[in-house]
């Protein structure tokens, strides 16, 4: 049992470019989120997920873009970086009984 | 909305000493979550307690729901226990509310 797996860990992008990062979680969650967290501060939710097919905007999700085709994957896409989208991204799952699954976490930073 | 207050926001202790962390919350609440953030910036969940008290090992929490608080206990602090503690609360739209945290750093 993985939990909730983040890919990559690190990486560096040129601004403009495009990237998704990937999170898996094996453990049959329903609900799935991506969340940012920027330098000395809280986590802030950028989408989540109820299901397969069902997503919906959290609190900061302009310049991204999420899909939901499995349980399992839920992946984050960056189109256009900017530098203010630096920062660390955390995928979770969650389930009413055991409440919330964090992945590793994958520190981007733009250029 | 619902706010989430924790304290102290910083704490520095001995290595061996014991701490009890706070977690105010303004209303009703589904659930709540005590978090630690290592200094690797890894989120581990300690706790899932929406009411009652749980121990795991030298942590253990309390919440008490209808005066809208719980209280995360450290026992024997070790280095390793460095870092934030998070307490987030589910409320009814599938979105955590977060406190601010307390950042705890151990020293030997």
């Known amino acids: 049992n993985a939990g909730v797996t983040q890919t990559p860990k690190f990486r560096i992008l040129k601004i403009g470019q495009s990237m998704t990062l990937q999170c898996t979680q094996d453990?049959?969650?329903?609900?799935m989120y991506w969340y940012r967290q920027d330098p000395g501060m809280g986590l802030k939710l950028i989408y989540y997920?109820?299901?397969?097919?069902?997503?919906d905007k959290g609190e900061v999700p302009n310049g991204y873009n999420v899909s939901r085709s499995t349980t399992e994957d839920f992946p984050l896409r960056l189109e256009l970086a900017a530098p203010s989208q630096t920062s660390v991204y955390f995928c979770?799952?969650?389930?009413?009984?055991?409440?919330?699954?964090f992945g590793s976490g994958t520190r981007l930073t733009v250029v | 909305g619902i706010q989430v207050e924790q304290s102290p926001p910083d704490l520095i202790l001995q290595e061996g000493a014991n701490s009890t962390l706070r977690c105010n919350f303004s209303?009703?609440?589904?659930?709540l979550q005590w978090f630690h953030q290592n200094p690797w910036g890894q989120l581990i969940n300690l706790f899932y307690?929406?009411?009652?008290?749980k121990q795991n090992g030298r942590l253990s929490a309390t919440t008490v729901a209808t005066e809208r608080y719980s209280l995360l206990y450290i026992s024997s602090s070790q280095t390793t226990d460095s870092g934030v503690y998070f307490c987030?609360?589910?409320?009814?739209?599938?979105?955590?509310?977060w406190g601010a945290g307390t950042k705890l750093i151990i020293k030997p």
């Open positions: 979770a799952s969650s389930s009413p009984d055991y409440g919330y699954t």
């Open positions: 453990m049959n969650h329903n609900y």
């Open positions: 997920s109820v299901g397969a097919g069902i997503t």
């Open positions: 209303d009703s609440v589904n659930n």
């Open positions: 307690i929406p009411s009652g008290t």
């Open positions: 987030a609360v589910d409320a009814s739209n599938y979105q955590l509310i």
